[in-house]
């Protein structure tokens, strides 16, 4: 089942703070989150397993309440380089069973 | 180290025809997922292959299927082409697919139906 993102599309100035949530009404494994660049391939941004553990990447991290089967990615101080639409992905289980089911995106726009 | 290379870039075909896609993932890496992208559905899950396996399927009709060759390189098949089947077809690779590790995508394949 296809996870639910909010907000669909945000607008940001340089240097503002953004939060993208994500959300599923299922048990999660693994939570995924990827940005896509118009025109370019998603990339990986980080994964959390559930366990609750917050991760970091530079100014951009995430949560994972595995409780509430909910994520939320922070985007602090968002530079230029961080526009793009932010994917989550989720995994009920991991190994063989493992499945990425990516929720329709978060648009962001940051500007000067 | 070479990423994840998709061809053909784009397409164009007609209602009925076939396509095939074409999928090389990152080397040593042994499963390869394909996900269709469309404006407003994000990312749908098709398929992934491990060592030739197809272990999980998404929620697409039987028109599209898939294969994994013994050198790891993937192929998305789409018969009796459909306007709906327009997107962009996403692969990705990983060196397990198990779940906890990053997946790398190619490019993708435009596909235009007309």
């Known amino acids: 089942q296809q996870p639910v993102q909010s907000p669909q599309a945000v607008i940001l100035r340089e240097g503002e703070d953004a939060v993208i949530n994500c959300s599923s009404s299922?048990?999660?494994?693994?939570v995924h989150w990827y940005r896509q660049k118009h025109g370019e391939a998603p990339v990986f941004l980080m994964i959390?397993?559930?366990?609750?553990e917050q991760k970091g990447h530079e100014k951009i991290s995430a949560s994972f309440n595995e409780k509430k089967q909910q994520s939320s990615l922070y985007l602090t101080a968002s530079q230029l380089s961080y526009s793009g639409t932010y994917f989550c992905?989720?995994?009920?289980?991991?190994?063989?069973?493992?499945?990425?089911?990516f929720g329709k995106g978060t648009l962001l726009t940051v500007n000067p | 180290k070479a990423g994840v290379t998709q061809t053909p870039r784009y397409l164009i075909k007609t209602r009925g025809q076939q396509v095939t896609l074409s999928c090389s993932p990152i080397?040593?890496?042994?499963?390869v997922s394909w996900y269709q992208q469309t404006p407003g559905q994000g990312l749908q899950f098709l398929f992934e292959?491990?060592?030739?396996?197809?272990?999980n399927k998404g929620n697409f009709p039987g028109r599209f299927s898939g294969r994994q060759f013994s050198n790891s390189r993937s192929e998305m098949n789409v018969s009796t082409l459909e306007l709906g089947d327009s997107a962009l077809y996403l692969c990705?690779?990983?060196?397990?697919?198990?779940?906890?590790?990053?997946?790398?995508f190619g490019e993708g394949s435009r596909l235009t139906v007309l």
């Open positions: 990705a690779s990983s060196p397990t697919g198990r779940g906890t590790g990053e997946l790398f």
């Open positions: 299922k048990a999660l494994y693994s």
């Open positions: 959390l397993l559930k366990g609750g």
């Open positions: 992905g989720t995994a009920r289980g991991g190994g063989s069973n493992y499945k990425l089911t």
């Open positions: 080397s040593g890496h042994r499963s």
């Open positions: 292959y491990f060592s030739e396996t197809q272990r």
